[in-house]
T-cell receptor, first 114, second 112 residues
């Protein structure tokens, strides 16, 4: 089955700096890679996603890159703000045309220091 | 408002006492799933359902049952709960067009 590794488990950055979180996956059949943000006491919420036919996707201060050959993808947050402090999860799975077993990484707790 | 609801939000029970956690979505999503979240382990999938009457095991299905008799509902059943099922549980749903999962607010379960 799929295995997703996520690093680092904790990350502290100064406000305004960039943060990078990395994930690797094992199943070459995975072709959908979402990132979720989980605030304290809430369920995870999608912040950005990427499909295997795309190498990079950007949405304002957030970007995701995918290297399908190396089987890794990364989340980049620029100009971090205190409200970016949360736990971030990556995930990997097939798309709607394939299997829907979903595998998550173990999470990264991001702390943005004002 | 588009949402996934779970009930109850908090539950303390004793070993062996059957319980059901309900999950409902109002977005007409085909796909629904249950996860448990434990410190250091992230979210692990328990069961998922691609549509009515279609369910399949995730990575940690032991000790759990599900059913999908209606498109909007996907209850999680613990027939004989044990302390190792103490966890935070999330239900999620998604459209098979977008794949984006929408999560419920979570159910914190404690089994004594």
């Amino acid at each position: 089955g799929e295995n997703v590794e996520q690093h680092p488990s904790t990350l502290s950055v100064q406000e305004g700096d960039s943060a990078v979180i990395k994930c690797t996956y094992s199943d070459s059949a995975s072709n959908y890679f979402p990132w979720y943000k989980q605030e304290l006491g809430k369920g995870p919420q999608l912040i950005i996603d990427i499909r295997s036919n795309v190498g990079e996707k950007k949405d304002q201060r957030i970007a995701v890159t995918l290297n399908k050959t190396a089987k890794h993808f990364s989340l980049h947050i620029t100009e971090t703000q205190p409200e970016d402090s949360a736990v971030y999860f990556c995930a990997a799975h097939g798309d709607s045309g394939g299997y829907q077993k979903v595998t998550f990484g173990t999470g990264t707790k991001l702390q943005v220091i004002p | 408002e588009a949402q996934v609801t779970q009930n109850p939000r908090y539950l303390i029970t004793v070993t062996g006492k059957k319980l059901t956690v309900t999950c409902s979505q109002n977005m007409n999503h085909e796909y629904m799933s249950w996860y448990r979240q434990d410190p250091g382990l992230g979210l692990r999938q328990i069961y998922y359902s691609m549509n009515v009457e279609v369910t399949d095991k995730g990575d940690v299905p032991e000790g759990y049952k599900v059913s999908r008799k209606e498109k909007r509902n996907f209850p999680l059943i613990l027939e004989s709960p044990s302390p190792n099922q103490t966890s935070l549980y999330f239900c999620a749903s998604s459209s098979t067009v977008t794949d984006t999962q929408y999560f419920g607010p979570g159910t914190r379960l404690t089994v004594l």
